[in-house]
């Protein structure tokens, strides 16, 4: 199971850097194809995403299937939610609205089977997502294959990040800039608040203090590449729902004759 999970083996490496992208629109053949991109991992939002229950399975069956870790983000830190995206075959999940410690560590609890937490063993699906191994296997090896991310986004996550990042079976702290704006008072009109920059390198260093790693959720390379150079591991360079249209109006805009763009190709 560990030599299929990309994210994890990147993630630990002396760098530990790793790129993924986001997906929030529904198809296995749409993730197949954001999966050939180049990235390490695909994250499939069920949470702000367009995305049901069973196009979630689809998914997540189609990115393991190219090579790339399909990390699911589900809507809350709910047992349910965390033991069908898991039971999906997920290499890890991405929980969002999390405010203590206690909070991580009941989401420990419901992504790790017995003895260490309490999530059901019997999905048949999980296996052919996670190296094709046994039932058994993948019961044996699942609580150290998987990874278990939390979104620091909150006003009280920040409070607390320090205590979060102290609990056993964390493996990353994911930052959404733009909620963790919203709720620390200084939402994204632009350029981010230097208020929001310190919030987003306390958490940064929180992590890295505890032994844990640093995510952060971008809506483009300039700047996931700022934030590879400030010492993040887990960055999302863009979403489909950011990537497509941003695209397509660039492409009418060079047809048109309003903007050059050198990087798209002409046949």
Known sequence: MQAAN?????????????????????????????ARSGYDWICVDTEHGNIADWQMHEAVAAIAATGVSPIVRIAANEAWMVKRALDSGAHGIVVPLLYTADDARRLVESAKFPPVGRRGFGSPFSM????????????????????????????????????IAKVPGIDVLFIGPWDLGNNIG??????????????????????????????????????????????????????????????????????????ADAAVPTY
């Open 6 to 34: 990309r994210i994890r083996n990147a993630l630990n490496t002396e760098r530990g850097l790793s790129f993924g992208a986001w997906q929030m629109l529904p198809g296995a053949n749409h993730a197949r194809i954001m």
């Open 128 to 163: 052919g997502s996670t190296g094709g191994v046994s039932s058994l296997e993948y019961l044996q090896q699942a609580n150290d294959a998987l990874l278990t991310i939390v979104q620091i986004e909150t006003k009280e996550a920040l409070e607390n990040v320090e205590e």
């Open 186 to 259: 200084r939402p994204v009109m632009g350029a981010f608040h230097d208020d929001l920059n310190a919030a987003i390198e306390r958490i940064r260093k929180a992590a890295v203090d505890n032994g844990k790693r640093a995510g952060i959720y971008c809506v483009g390379g300039e700047a996931a590449k700022r934030y590879k150079d400030q010492g993040f591991h887990m960055i999302s360079v863009v979403a489909d729902v950011v990537a497509l249209p941003t695209f397509l109006s660039n492409a009418l805009e060079t047809a048109q004759g309003a903007k």
